[in-house]
């Protein structure tokens, strides 16, 4: 208890210290939301055989009723996580983008059947009915898809994540570089972030050509710094005993309550799938 | 400073650094001609200006470096004959950036790495975990990120690191850097407990003169990669001059005392260190000057 308040503390010093962008990122990974909640308890590989299995699903459904429905499904369980919708929303808004940028690619670019045409000065637009199915169908598997990796994301802290992964079986150089570059993206987007208002404050960015070439020098200096770090970094590996793997500490057993829990909502998951 | 023809293999020395000397690959010299004996349970400092040759030598003593002139024995075998795994059961040094040396997504992985490492049993491992994070004030945060720890705490993390594997000796590259006074103080009382109750031996690089010194048990003066002066704080905070030249200066209770003795010649006896030495050092020079005893 005393720990966490003096942990809250100190933490909220650094926060003061730190810029707004990097704090930003953290909060965006950390473990703030990651609170008591309906699956802060299950076992991450639990969770993670359940995401894959309806993943799979969503991915191999012909419509589009069992992607939207785990979607919907997703997003009201990443509500009653306490999630701020914000947070869904920034998380969302990428793929949300890529899967609408298909749709309208789709739509007008593909089919036969035309379902309406607009002429633009010179140029005709036609949505094609087939296209729009064929968007349709690809934007709600990719909204399906990401609804349930988001949920995952929001449900587990990153480590036990790939802990999981590990227990899978996911090849270990894998999961190494995922966890190196989970701790060291703070590390650099903290450098950037220096490196940035250094150059800002000398007039870096005081138009388009200066600009570009100070983004240009800080990219530069991120690369030297990763190669530096590298080498710090291996050096207090091999200080520490490194031999070439990482260990990774051994997951309890599984539940038998958790486990049958899993299987339900994927026979569940399946059932829909088939009707 | 040791002397080089004096120097022996007994079971108390840790380490023992004979003729030491090393050169960058762009041919400047970093270290020379280092001879240093660090016994079992000593508190020992190395004080120097930026780029006296601290954090190489303290490299060099972990077994980090290749390619020196001289020796290095760790608890009597030539450290260039040991396998990693054999010094880094004993030995173990804190870089100054914790950044460098964090490298598990939290705190109870980065502070498990070592122990795992060495092949202990996972129960055995947290149990080490547990107790490392305790010494180092750190319980009730294993589940934090490293990234979201403070700077001080990313610091007392690093040494729980090494605490975890059992290390009978600590190399720490400025831990104090970077800290504000109560940190700095911290840092400085848990490194004395470690070494005190614990038993760790430990040897710091430092350019902090003012607090650092007074927990230290022998202080050497590092310039341009030489050791130009070695003794207790005392002894070597007693040649004002020779600090100024090497471009450390004293600290400021002891300067100020230095002053009033030579500029104003008020009679005393000797620089202390400490507020409390220094109260009773002008107290004793006052009844003097007052005619009292």
Redesign the interface.
């Known amino acids: 208890m005393e720990a966490g308040v003096v942990w809250n503390a100190e933490y909220k010093q650094e926060r003061d210290k730190r810029s707004d962008l990097t704090m930003a990122v953290c909060e965006c990974f950390s473990d703030n939301f990651r609170k008591r909640h309906l699956l802060s308890d299950v076992d991450a590989r639990i969770k993670l055989l359940v995401v894959l299995s309806l993943l799979l699903m969503v991915l191999s459904y012909k419509g589009i009723f069992f992607p939207l429905l785990i979607a919907g499904g997703s997003f009201i369980l990443c509500l009653s996580m306490r999630i701020p919708p914000r947070m869904i929303l920034i998380r969302f808004a990428q793929p949300l983008f890529i899967a609408v940028v298909v749709l309208l690619l789709k739509f007008f670019f593909t089919g036969e059947e035309p379902l309406f045409s607009v002429g633009l000065y010179c140029i005709e637009i036609t949505g094609y009915k087939e296209g729009l199915l064929e968007g349709l169908r690809i934007t709600s598997r990719i909204i399906g898809g990401v609804s349930l990796v988001i949920v995952l994301g929001f449900a587990t802290p990153f480590t036990e994540f790939v802990a999981a992964l590990a227990w899978l079986r996911v090849p270990r150089q894998f999961v190494e570089i995922m966890l190196f570059a989970y701790r060291y993206l703070f590390v650099f987007l903290e450098d950037a972030s220096t490196i940035y208002n250094a150059q800002k404050n000398r007039l870096g960015y005081a138009g388009i050509k200066k600009g570009l070439h100070s983004f240009g020098v800080l990219a530069g200096s991120l690369v030297l710094r990763g190669f530096e770090q590298s080498q710090k970094t291996s050096e207090a590996m091999i200080q520490r005993g490194y031999s070439g793997d990482m260990p990774l500490l051994r997951g309890k057993p599984l539940k038998m309550r958790e486990l049958l829990a899993g299987a339900l909502i994927v026979i569940i998951g399946g059932v829909i799938w088939l009707m | 400073m040791a002397d080089v023809n004096k120097l022996q293999i007994d079971d108390e020395i840790m380490l023992l650094v004979k003729g030491l000397s090393y050169k960058y690959p762009d041919g400047t010299r970093a270290l020379s001609d280092i001879n240093l004996e660090i016994r079992r349970g000593e508190f020992i400092g190395l004080l120097g200006a930026n780029g006296s040759g601290k954090t190489t030598l303290l490299r060099a003593m ?3 470096m290749k390619g020196f002139e001289g020796e290095i024995y760790l608890k009597g075998r030539d450290i260039r004959t040991l396998k ?2 054999e ?2 059961r004993h030995v ?2 804190v ?1 100054q ?1 914790p ?8 705190l109870f ?1 980065d502070v ?3 122990p ?3 092949g202990i049993d ?1 129960k055995e ?1 947290e149990k080490r975990v547990m107790e490392a994070l305790k010494e180092v ?5 294993e ?11 990313r610091k007392r993390a690093c040494i729980a ?2 605490l975890a ?1 059992g290390h009978e000796m600590l190399l720490l590259d400025e831990p104090t850097a970077g800290l504000d006074p109560m940190g700095e103080y911290k840092m400085m009382r848990l490194l004395q407990r470690l070494n005190k109750e614990g038993g760790v031996t430990i040897v710091m690089a430092t350019h902090s003169v003012d607090l650092v010194p007074l927990f230290l048990d022998r202080l050497y003066i590092l310039s341009r990669g030489r050791i130009t002066r070695g003794g207790t704080p005392e002894e070597v905070f007693n040649a004002p001059q020779e600090m100024e030249d090497i471009k450390l200066r004293l600290p400021q209770i002891a300067e100020l005392i230095y002053r009033l003795k030579h500029d104003d010649d008020l009679p005393f006896e000797r620089i202390p260190l400490t507020i409390g030495e220094a109260r009773r050092e002008i107290v004793k020079s006052l009844n003097i000057l007052t005619g009292r005893r």
Not at chain 2, 137 to 141: A, C, D, R, V
Not at chain 2, 143 to 153: A, M
């Open positions: 972990d077994g980090l990693p795994k010094i880094y173990g040094l870089f950036n950044d460098d040396q964090l490298f598990a997504p939290t992985e498990a790495f070592g795992l490492n060495m996972t491992v004030e750190l319980t009730g945060l589940k934090k990120s490293v990234h979201n720890l403070s700077f001080g705490q690191g090494l594997m």
